[in-house]
């Protein structure tokens, strides 16, 4: 493991206060915290969004189990940062990711995976309560497929390309890809994809709602840090129950949803920034929101 992510980690760690955790030195320079698997630095005009980037060239960003612990450590980092509203996922311009790492699951026996809950700490992405937006250009494939769609929002290169091709290798989806694709494109392209392994380009994958929007590949991280700067530029209290609220639409029927939708529009009049917002928009100005 790196020093830097050594430094970068240890402040989480120590038992000591939320607030001195927050204060302690981390080293998060605009050059960037080398992990060993990722580039982890905070970007924006102020330094309120989260970058994570995936930066294991030799094998397409493959999630190794070293990966994927590392950006659960990432992860848990910038939820506990007060002052980063918004996280973005990204890759390299060939690879978001090429899927779970295939040398390293080739020996793994049905007892090992079943008996030892064999990739379980994959979802950590998607409970994550700041948004999380990611930015695809290139293979986003099988895990990679699936740790794109763990994200709230999906922005894609020109020329990135998605699929679950597990098919291929004798296996299937196994970090939501069966789930979320089918819920988000629908059954027959899911099914298409999930049963020839063919891939869709990201302007298929935009026509199927699976990404929102597409831009060229040198912008595209540009443009995702600057969806992360507008969302962290709102209340962060209030963000989290609209991520909540919109959430809930992929778990729980119409009147269940619509009714924690209700709970949660009531309890932002409990909040500063509730009162803040519309006293704002009365009085003609800019809301100056606290996050409380
Ligand atoms: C391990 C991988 C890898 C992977 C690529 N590499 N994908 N290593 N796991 N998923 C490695 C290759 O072995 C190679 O290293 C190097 O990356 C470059 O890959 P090439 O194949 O030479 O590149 P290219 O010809 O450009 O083809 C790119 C590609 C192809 C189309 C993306 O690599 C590919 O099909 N990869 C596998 C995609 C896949 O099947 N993903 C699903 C995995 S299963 P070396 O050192 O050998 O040259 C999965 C299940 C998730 O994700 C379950 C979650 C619970």
């Given amino acids: 493991m790196a020093v830097a992510l ?18 302690a030195p981390i080293r998060l320079s605009s050059a960037g915290t080398q992990f060993q698997y990722l580039m982890v630095e905070k970007k924006g005009a102020k330094q309120n969004v989260g970058v994570i980037q995936l930066n294991r060239p030799k094998a397409l960003n493959a999630l190794c189990d070293g990966l994927m612990n590392e950006m659960n450590q990432a992860l848990d980092f910038f939820e506990k940062d007060p002052d980063v509203g918004a996280i973005v ?48 250009n290139g293979y986003a494939l099988g895990g990679g497929c699936e740790l794109a769609m763990m994200c709230d929002i999906i ?21 939501g890809g069966t789930q979320r694709l089918t819920r988000t494109v629908g059954k027959s392209l899911a099914m298409e994809m999930v049963l020839t392994g063919d891939r ?22 540009e443009e995702a840090i600057s969806c992360g700067e507008k969302i962290a530029g709102n209340s962060k209290l209030v963000t989290a129950m609209a991520k909540e ?17 209700k709970r949660l529009f009531y309890a932002t009049f409990a909040t500063d ?9 009365v009085e003609k100005r800019k809301a100056n929101f606290t996050d409380h």
């Fill in 6 to 23: 050594r430094a970068l980690l240890r402040p989480a760690r120590a038992p000591a206060p939320a607030r001195l955790l927050l204060r």
């Fill in 89 to 136: 996922i990204t890759g390299s311009e060939k690879a978001f990711a090429a899927g779970a790492d295939i040398k390293e699951m080739q020996n793994r026996t049905f007892q090992e995976c079943y008996g030892g809950s064999f990739l379980a700490h994959w979802n950590r992405v998607s409970l994550v309560r700041k948004p999380v937006i990611a930015a695809v």
């Fill in 155 to 175: 922005y894609a290169g020109e020329k990135a390309q998605f699929g679950q091709p597990e098919i291929l290798l004798g296996t299937i989806p196994g970090a």
């Fill in 200 to 221: 869709i380009s990201a302007q298929e994958a935009k026509e199927a709602g699976l990404v929102s929007k597409i831009y060229p590949t040198e912008k595209l991280l």
């Fill in 245 to 261: 609220a919109v959430n809930a639409a992929f778990e729980m029927t119409l009147t269940e949803g619509n009714k924690m939708e």
């Fill in 273 to 281: 920034d509730r009162k803040e917002g519309m006293a704002a928009f």
